[in-house]
């Protein structure tokens, strides 16, 4: 008996609404927004696919049909599919994704054309034969028996459903997550990549411990062709089995007729082939151009959320951790890397070299295993023990050098700060030229970008501070996430929260001359602004399905938990408490899994003798319910009022929620407001509470330097003061909390709490703000006022609105400088301004950018343009027809990663139709411009009307080619969504992003971003319709 299986309380939940809704709706009638405008032309369409489906026969089902057959299975759809018979089918067929369960089959040809006759007798026919089909499909077979149907006993458990294997047998497991039965211990894995044939062999060997007595075996494993398998249990003698698949869950199993039982060992051995996956994720190939011109390939890896499977069958979730000892097999021009340092290397009898890696010397999950066969070049630094090296392909080693540098230093810091040392003795960071991510944090084999990790000695400090947060970042995870692992990726925020934190905390501290406190700061603007949505989700969340998977990887995972780890920080009276927690925790639970639970507990814990904070009833506020709060505040004479409610942006304005939040709210006032002493403490856990101050003050200043997840509303009165105060003396406030100022009354405009008259009162204030930070947050709110108007084609508006922003930072746009700049945050304020003034056609801009690229043009490169001017500069040469070929051309030669990425984004600045085309399409190919690219081309295309419509038409004629290069719910489709919903605000907008959305069915309409972006253009809709008039009188 298996007892524990059939308790366990995760259902198998595969998108079954998303296929059942999609059943009953109309195909809507996608309407092309760029077909609208007979200016430009038609996208071409690429790969036209054929049409007709035949189901797929593994997915047929075995089941007695009785009431519980409509339990929270996909089964239920696929059999209602089935009724639906072919109308579900033609449905389908309109778009479909090569992952499909149907495949494909020729159109039938055409014939004569019957007479109506003919017709309409053929019609009834089918009619009554459809109908008759239909009664007898529903009646169970029973009906018709002398004993008729029992009547349904409601007392009976539910018995699973199981599905059918590619065999035909009866499959032995019907949920998303595996049975717990059975534990792996340690895989050997060999692997023998052939790199022109694209493919590769395996064989895995699984040691297994049975937890409690099962007759199967449950593991993952997708588009892998197992040839052989061997099952011996104890010191037995190893005899063949047959591996079932179920592919829907990309799971296998095998069947004993005899029960393992509880205590016992067994090894399961299997032998297979598969292809080289042609995405992003799995044991993937990829290429570049060597500085010859000739093509070279390498093969790599991302398994990260579910793809270790597709590499070597695995039990393939992040709790069943074990250890791996790795063989690779390569030709003797490649070399190969792996989480751990090389063992040997033995000469194969077929003329190739088989590397043996050391056995893992930690246990560790599945999606941190890593393997790489390639011909990198590397440089290498010993730091406290560990071997640290940074490897490229061989022409760009002259940019690993900074990489190696910071990551000493870092190395060094957190060996320190968490008291625990890097437990491996290597520590590999590799660039590849084809990658979807930032960057992955495998144990011991860390991947990126080009662009995250390769910066030349020569460029500015705001591209080194892209490579070192990134590193930051991933170094982080080696503690976080790799040594203590969440055990579900409900609880992905553990993971990413913590290292996006870590990441400005480390290099604060590690080199502070990279400031990287206004990204921090920015990023938390961003989290709130998409937090305060309806279709936010808690930071721990239930995650029943793949796709939900892919979901979490999004900014409340990232930028929410580390605000809140933030905000956790500074709310504890010194700066040791915070670290000692973390401490603590990572000591606990070293090796192992864990839940948010775990890690509020360990936070109590060691601030109990100190604080008497309960920091687990705290942080559970903020990490179980969605959203955040607004804290209203009101102030008379020295009495304070404070109010939380939810901050919800929502079109209906009936949704409201109870939720309440244990906010430590911080305050400065008038006489005090810089300095970190002047910070006080008021915590509130209800509606409301008041306190008293110790004299009178003119205004309080709540949220010091933002460093809470919250928003503040200072009533009419207390906005009135504080725009009052800033006026006469901008210092009056830290330049954080000036930027916080301007992003909470813009967002209380959103919520309709503020009129928009309010928002440009305050603007007596900003036209004399000169820093980095508040000036960003400023243009940035403002522009996005301008894109919409834009986009609403309110042309004359839009060119007001240009002005205003124009004048209200005319004197800061003129003191920029077109020469070399070396504090960061100058750099930041530069590129912002002159970016935007540019983009304005401001001609004193235009004029320098062009200039400054005729001589980087004419010097052949050796003229270097200032690295945060470059944007600025290469968007400007896209405009116009001439210099766009010059540097299309110099694009497709350059090698430095992030100077090309600039290039990109000019070139998709362009505002001619064809050059347009020209680049989506190149994209989607992969020739001259990496399919990986895409996002960026698209959010970059959206900042204009015409490259908006054309990104548009783009997205629904390819969406098929989208989703099987960037999965259903990962943050590139969340990017793409985003970039060209966001900026609309008009009904008819709306209708077409609905109507094109809902026709997506199984193919990604219930994603949590199409939610987002169709609620985004809802609240545009109303704030335009409340703020229309005021903007034509005041402009
Ligand atoms: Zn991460």
Redesign the pocket.
Known sequence: MDLFDSNSSEHANLPRNMIENSMFEEEPDVVDLAKDSTAFPTFPALDPDEVTYEPRSSRLLVRGLGENDMDDDEEDCESSARLLGMSFMNRSSAHRSNSSPYTRQAPPRSCSRPSSRTIVVCVLFLVIVASMTMVLYFLPACTFTKAGCPKPNKTNPIEPVYPISTNGELFPWAQLRLPQSIKPLSYDLTLNPDLDKMTFTGRTVINMSILHSTNRIVFHGANLSITKATFMLGDGQASDVTVLEYKPRQQLAVNFSEELKAGQYCVLTMEYSANFSNTYDGFYNSSYIDKDGNKRVLAATQFEPLSARKAFPCFDEPAFKATFLIKISRKKTYMTLSNMPKAKSTNLSNGLVQDEFEKTSVNMSTYLVAFIVANFTSITKNVSGTQVSVYSVPEKIGHTEYALTITSKLLEFYNNFFDINYPLKKLDLVAIPDFLAGAM?NWGLITFRETTLLVGNESSLLEKQVVASVIA??LA?QWF?NLVTMRWWNDLWL??GF??YMEYMSLQEVSPDLETGNLFLSVRFRALDKDALSSSHAVSTDVNTTEQVEEMFDSVS?EKGASILLMLNASFPGDQQFRKGIIEYLKQFSGLNTDTDDLWNSLTQTDKPTHHMNVSQMMTSWTSQKGFPLVTVNLMGNQVTLTQEHFLLTSDNTTHTSSLWNIPVTYVNDSCSLAPECRQVFTLKNKSDTFKLSKNVTWLKLNYKSTGFYIVDYGKDGWSALTEALSKNVSVLTHEDRASLIHNIFALSRLGRVTFRQVLNLQKYFSLETETSPVMEALLQLNNIYRQLEKRQESNLASRMKNFIRGTFRDLIANQTWDKEENVSKQELRSALLEMACSLNDENCTHQATSLFKKYKDSNGTIRIPGDLQQTVFTVAGQSDETWDTLFNMYVHATYDSEKRKMLKGLASTQNPQRLVQILSSGLRGSLIQTQELPLIISTMCQSFAGCLFAWDFIQENWDRLIEKFPIGSFAIQTIIKSVTSQSSTQAQLNKVQAFFSGLKERGSQMRSVQEALETIKLNRDWMDRNLPTLRRWL
């Open positions: 944090e970042h991933e995870h996430g993971n990413e290292a996006t990232y």
